[in-house]
């Protein structure tokens, strides 16, 4: 384990801070003043048992993202995994592509003879949408936005997800929230329209969330290209497989150790999801909206 030294001071609290080293054990029976009744203390513990710890305020933990990360904090004589005290993180999740197959929004497939309909689709519920869901809501404030129309999102939710589950969503949004480009282009014979899911709308919605703590999951890359780097992931689209364990076996392990960073940016930058596409932003390319849709198609 790599060592870890804390340079962040609180203003002013210097001279109230007795800072302690040795065993894990004797961190915590160390008695330390604290003027302030909310502040605790960082540290990380290595193989031998052996602890350097740290006052610090654990609102302060979110900020020192260009300190390695602390693994251990000690609260009340109890040391306590630090990721434990961390705010809970956002997941969006898109529907269709990723928790279901629609047939008329991917190409046809032969896969598609078996299934439910919702509207004018076939649609395909895929295998381990309720342990997803379940452990999702565990580990995130978890929310959807599609860029279907409300009809769409609401059959889709009865369809999906059970009265509790309903309840539990931060949001459900529909296309009404999307930036529409009015742009439109064909792929697998299909016209569609270039919406996005600018973050920016969810954070003014919601301010305790930011690029820290954020993470959409869509389909199709285009949709965050106006995001913040490293905010999103795209899996490749879901196209039927009765077989498919995707959501269980490779997507739910990723968000479960997601949810223990400091900093989502950090994980997606060093963690590259299993079956996802490359993400796309505006400025890799001079030729604007065009060439976005150019380097996508």
């Known amino acids: 384990m790599r060592p870890y030294s804390m340079e962040y001071q609180p203003k002013g609290a210097g001279e109230d801070f ?16 604290i003027k302030a009744p909310q502040w605790g203390f960082v540290g990380m513990a ?15 933990l979110t ?9 251990f904090m000690q609260i009340d004589n109890t040391l306590v995994k630090a990721s434990d005290l961390l705010p809970r993180k956002l997941l969006i999740l898109d529907v269709e592509g990723l928790l279901v197959y629609a047939e008329g929004f991917m190409e046809r497939t032969a896969k598609t003879a078996a299934g439910d309909a919702i509207g004018s689709k076939k649609v395909i519920r895929r295998n381990g949408v309720e342990e997803f869901i379940s452990r999702c809501f565990d580990l995130f404030d978890l929310a959807l936005w599609t860029c279907t129309d409300s009809n769409a999102l609401r059959e889709y939710m009865f369809y999906l997800f059970s009265g509790e589950q309903y309840d539990k969503f931060l949001f459900k949004w529909d296309q009404g929230k999307a930036l529409d480009t009015n742009e439109r282009w064909t792929r697998n014979n299909q016209q569609i329209r270039l919406l996005l899911k600018p973050l920016k709308t969810v954070w ?10 954020t993470l959409l999951v869509d389909i199709h890359p285009f949709r ?30 990723y968000l479960e150790g997601l949810s223990q960073a ?36």
């Open 46 to 60: 290595s193989p031998d048992g052996s602890a350097h710890v740290h006052p610090v305020c654990p609102l302060a």
């Open 204 to 213: 003014e919605s919601f301010p305790n969330f930011n690029a820290r703590n």
């Open 63 to 71: 900020h020192m993202s260009m300190c390695p990360a602390p693994e």
């Open 262 to 297: 400091f900093d989502i940016r950090e994980y997606v930058r060093e963690h590259v999801l299993q079956g996802s596409q490359r993400p796309l932003h505006f400025r890799a390319t001079n030729r604007g909206l065009p060439g976005l849709l150019h380097k996508y198609s």
């Open 224 to 253: 965050a290209s106006t995001n913040p780097e490293d905010t999103g992931i795209f899996p490749v689209p879901y196209t039927g497989s009765h077989s498919d364990t995707y959501l269980t076996t490779v997507l739910l392990p």
């Open 18 to 33: 007795v800072e302690e080293k040795g065993t894990a054990s004797a961190a915590i029976q160390t008695n330390m003043k």
